[in-house]
């Protein structure tokens, strides 16, 4: 029986932070590995020790198994656990593990593969009895077509090996086959160092229904309950429940049979998962079989009080698993990314300079980041995962909401209001959501504020920025700020705000403020300081903590959340347009994958223009109006930096003039 006195955890964020935690408690020491962008990342720190991984490309130097398994021999560590993404799936690198004589944490390498072959894999697994979807590989995009006339359309385009909604595409039509290929094998290229993909029959209104196993080398095999992913944006998930508001007991029964068959079927060791697609009218069939832990097991471990980190190590040290456990109450996660879903979803990088999250009862908080870490291009987008617990659905939706409202989220742009809609809307209460949701349900909608937020952060931002004055001053001190013997002119200033909009107070303390020349209803300012305002406004008051960056200012308050930049009362002379109308400039660091037009090209908006990567996902650039592509100054392969001007579309009346 193998033992495990220390652990190599070969990958990054919250999920090395993760399985440090519970080696900890078990008594298992720790290596972290990191590349150059990771030297301040909390998973370094978490870890007992840590070796830097060498290379030029950040993104893919976690995925070197070579430079894995040498960290561990360097530390003397016994065992290599994978996390999920990166290698957790490759079945060579846990052949290379076990070949250096140390203990994969996760299924055997066979297994993987057998489960990375997502076409042997159902064809295996339906002869088990499992319901299947057909489908097929393809390796040469020739015969992509003979493919697609079996298995008809509507049909999903996925990367053979991997998961994560990594490389997944719809395709409704022929037209766009050729197109959806070509992306997915990019986008798997780039996450897996597999380009292969894998045609299948899409479902229509489908919900994500899953369900965690678990298996030892003693030949057992539990199902630990079903997990609902079914809210997704592009295939990745962004809402997981458990048990799922869709699945009824005797649903829950069949689920959990076919899981368990289709881990006896394939010998399973390890924490896997078992995806099924369920249709409305409750029939299943199988999506694939992820043979590693999955980001959203936390919900599961607090329904059944198991942790699976903890289990994985046993059973990777030969221990039998226990008995079957009961499920209790409901757990709901949200992915918090480092994205902007108001503005297409475009990822945001910079620095985190406040990053507090809550605590209370019931919540669980897994995080890779913490105030002061820089949110960089290489990897995915993924900052943290909320979790909340309680008795009943309602309640954990409630207090998930809540909790993330109350967080204070600076300097780097989130999708936390869109998961705050999400979770408030009708729709999802009533659990009724499939993945089509957010296609039904747009950012803007979700993420709508309160209609009072705008005014009221204005005014607190303003008596926030003169008390701070007030409280930096020399000489007297007791009177208010731009206080004069003959009232002239009042105070001004003038905040830039994410609507892209302007918004200018004007004030005379103590008894007078204006929101754009608008006097702030019922105005009562109960106290002021640099770092809070307790005011009221229309009969209610509220108190708004203020942040101030620079000539930025982060405002919270239970209206919302906001950024305001203050701009120069005195602004510099205006400078000549720095770019040349029609711009498509990058949002961040990136590298272009693909141009889809030629200079002098016609284009009607919303066509593509190129597609960048970034964050590990490719993100289209299309164009925002109908005209004429004059410019054209980058190509495939060719790295950019943020602003960079990519494309320049001139309207048809510019174009001719």
Sequence with gaps: MPLIRRLLIANRGEIAVRIARTAHTMGIDTVAV??????DSPHVSAADQAVRLPGDAAADTYLRGELLVEAARTTGADAIHPGYGFL?????????VEAAGLVFVGPAPHTIAAMGDKLAAKELLGAAGVPVLPGGMVREDAKAEALVARIGFPLLVKAAFGGGGRGMRAVREQADLARAVAAARREAGAAFGDDTVFLERLVERPRHVEVQIFGDTHGNVLALFERDCSVQRRHQKLIEESPSPAVDRALRERLCAAAVAAGRAIGYVGAGTVEFVLD????????EVNTRLQVEHPVTELTTGLDLVRLQLLVAQGHALPDAPVAVGHAIEARLYAEDPVRGYAPSVGTLHRFDIPEADGIRVDAGVVTGSRVGPHYDALLAKVIAYAPTRDEACRKLA???ARARLHGVRTNRDLLVGILRSPEFAAGDADTGFLDRHSAADLCAADPAVSAIHAAAAALAGQAERRAAARVLTGIPSGWRNVRSADQQVTYAHDTDGRTTVTYRLPDHLAIDGKPLPGLVVHAAH????????DGVRRTI?????GDTVYLDSPLGASELIELPRLPEPAEAEAEPAGSLLAAMPGTVVRVAVAEGEHVVAGQLVLAVEAMKMEHEVTAPHEGVVTHLPVGPGEPVDAGAVLAVVTAPVEAAG
């Design 34 to 39: 990191y590349a150059d962008p990771d030297v």
């Design 88 to 96: 957790s799936e490759n079945a060579d690198f846990a052949r290379q």
């Design 280 to 287: 409305p009218s409750g029939a299943f069939h199988l999506l």
């Design 402 to 404: 809540h909790t993330l």
């Design 530 to 537: 640099a770092d809070r305002v307790d005011l009221g406004a």
């Design 545 to 549: 903590a203020v942040h101030r960056v």
